[in-house]
């Protein structure tokens, strides 16, 4: 049986684009690193903000909102859970709109996050849940407009979102 | 050694409108030397003052942003030293106020203290420019020129610990909704197109 289809990186960033995003914090990940990073990296309409640490992104993403500049952070999951108390801090505690791009290394193409085998994956919503932040889910190349919106919502309301990759980005 | 509140009193007299980025007992005294709505309140998440201090200075180009870090908040976040060297901003100026104590927390002595140059640190990422000052006099003869000239510059201040008169540790100003407000509407001016 064929594998089930990931996400189009060119997808992903027109819609980030849509969105009025402009500046990108990242930190390199294997499930976005070829479909959506390299290509990502190479377009002029988006300043990349590469980061040694990804928590670091969680400030200069919400001190990016106070300049009225959208933003997305770029990071594996592994990232996400580096920089929990910062997202608790500044995108929960104070109520900033942090918007984050999150690859789940290690889950299965044709699972739920929460079926993976990986524990690493298997928390992460969960994890999300109990903090009440925002999250979105793309597998495919149809979950993608789904971005949009998410990264308005985060912003309208002055809170964090997390869109989770579940498939390796395509290019 | 220099008093904290002393070299706060000569970052103030020179400010010139710069957006200041502090964090814990330095902010409490910052508010006291220079309440100002372009103060900006880095807490929550310790160590990541020169983060939003990098955030603002891409944000806002052509505006001086000010970062007063702490030794051990930047001991918390090194990476960012790499992370500002790189994307090389030249509005950025990085204090770190060294008084080899986590003051906030009871006066506790970070791990290196005494020992670590954080300049050496800072130079050797790759900012534009680093220094040590132990002295006032040293330091306010330096001062302009640190605030003018192009960054990332980073200057270590080594001051002595608990030095001030008892801080008001108001957590609840620290913590507040309107405080991050009044922040947003001072930037708005700022704002280009």
């Given amino acids: ?171 | 050694m220099m008093q904290r509140m002393a070299c706060f009193e000569k970052i103030r007299d020179a400010r010139d409108g710069a957006i200041v980025v502090a964090t814990y007992t330095s902010a409490f005294e910052w508010r006291r030397v220079d309440p100002d709505p372009l103060n900006f309140v880095s807490v929550g998440a310790m160590g990541q003052a020169s983060s939003h201090g990098l955030g603002l200075a891409i944000g806002l180009p052509e505006q001086k942003v000010v970062v007063l870090d702490g030794d051990g908040s930047l001991l918390m976040n090194m990476s960012t030293l790499t992370t500002i060297a790189n994307e090389a901003p030249a509005n950025l100026v990085h204090f770190v106020i060294e008084n080899g104590s986590y003051e906030a927390n009871g006066g506790h002595p970070i791990p290196s203290q005494g020992r670590t140059d954080f300049a050496g640190m800072a130079r050797a990422a790759g900012y534009a420019h680093a220094a040590t000052y132990e002295g006032l006099n040293q330091f306010a003869a330096d001062l302009p020129e640190l605030l003018s000239r192009p960054g990332p510059v980073f200057a270590a201040l080594k001051v002595e610990a608990g030095e001030a008169p008892p801080l008001d540790y108001d957590y609840d100003w620290l913590h507040s909704a309107d405080r991050r407000r009044e922040f947003r509407e001072a930037v708005k001016p700022l704002l280009k197109d």
């Fill in chain 1, 1 to 171: 049986m064929a594998m089930p289809k990931g996400p189009r990186g060119q997808d992903i960033i027109a819609a980030i684009k849509q969105a009025g995003v402009r500046h990108v914090c990242v930190l390199p990940d294997i499930t976005t690193s070829a479909g959506l990073l390299w290509p990502l990296s190479e377009d002029s309409e988006l300043r990349l903000i590469r980061l040694s640490k990804e928590d670091e992104g969680v400030s200069i993403c919400a001190a990016l909102g106070y300049c009225e500049k959208r933003s997305v952070l770029l990071m594996q999951q592994t990232g996400l859970m580096d920089s929990l108390n910062n997202i608790r801090a500044v995108g929960c505690d104070y109520e900033q709109p942090v918007c984050m791009i999150v690859g789940l290394l290690g889950k299965e193409p044709d699972r739920a996050p929460t079926a993976s085998d990986s524990f690493g994956v298997r928390i992460i919503e969960p994890v999300l849940d109990a903090m009440e932040i925002d999250h979105i889910l793309i597998e495919g190349p149809e979950d993608v407009a789904s971005l949009p919106p998410a990264i308005d919502r985060a912003y309208e309301n002055s809170s964090p979102m997390v869109a989770l990759i579940g498939r390796r980005v395509e290019p």
